[in-house]
């Protein structure tokens, strides 16, 4: 990334589920217990690929649709239940209801945890949960699963729409009173750098399940594996390298 361009970011706004937190490795084997006491052979491995995918689908209907914002915990549980009757599981709304509780479990990756902690000691940067999950609850996942302090915590809801909508960015630089070009996206999923790149901000891709990047101009500054080396690269940007 050019030199000038890293140095006008000083907020880092982090997208939090499958970025920082561990979505497959928290909700997988849960999920695959759900399936076996309900009687199907479906893996949880399995039933997660199409369960995240269904999540997706369903939050870009709730942005199409403008119905009015239903929240990141009610998509979750409309696509879980769209793929209990995809794969044929039989299932009551109580049984549903028990197993959403999983969600506040939801833990962190190791790499992001420790990359966090480096640079909220290094306090070069504002450091920024920008998320599609309801206020409350991440305001929870932060305190209480994550541990990592963070200096502001916004949800999609300050704008009514779901990540990747325009709104999301540019409602957050208004909160942040930040010209977008001084904050930076940092996400696991393309198409939120996408999102934020087409708003002006910078953006790094934590590309930590090596997929390929949106076919756009509005692309990552810079690409890498985990936090460990997003720590790297913008710790060593302000000493000369």
């Known amino acids: 990334m050019p030199s000038d361009a890293i140095a006008q970011v000083n907020t880092l706004a982090f997208d939090m589920f499958g ?25 949880g491995e399995a039933f997660w690929l199409t369960w995240r995918g269904r999540q997706r689908i369903e939050q870009y209907q709730d942005n199409l649709f403008m119905l009015g ?27 549903v209801a028990d197993f959403m509780r999983v969600y506040d479990d939801i833990r962190p990756f190791d790499d992001a945890v420790a990359g966090l902690r480096r640079l909220a000691d290094s306090g070069r940067f504002r450091l920024v949960a920008l998320s599609n999950g309801e206020q409350s609850y991440l305001e929870h996942l932060v305190d209480h699963n994550i541990g990592v302090p963070f200096n502001d915590v916004i949800s999609v809801e300050k704008a009514g729409a779901f990540k990747p909508h325009p709104a999301v960015y540019r409602t957050a630089a208004r909160i942040l009173d930040k010209a ?53 690269r913008l710790l060593s940007s302000g000493d000369g390298t």
């Open 19 to 43: 970025t920082v937190l561990d979505l497959d490795g928290s909700l997988s084997g849960p999920a695959g217990r759900f399936l076996q006491e309900h009687g199907s052979a479906v893996t």
């Open 69 to 95: 914002h239903s929240g990141y915990r009610e998509t979750c549980r409309r696509s879980f239940i769209y793929c209990l009757r995809m794969h044929g599981v039989s299932f009551d709304c109580a049984d």
């Open 180 to 232: 977008p070009g001084e904050i930076m996206m940092v996400a696991a999923h393309s198409f939120d750098i996408t999102g934020a790149r087409a708003c002006g901000y910078r953006g790094a891709y934590v590309n930590r399940y090596n997929l390929p990047n949106e076919e756009s101009p509005y692309l990552p500054d810079f690409e890498v594996a985990d936090f460990n080396r997003l720590a790297d």
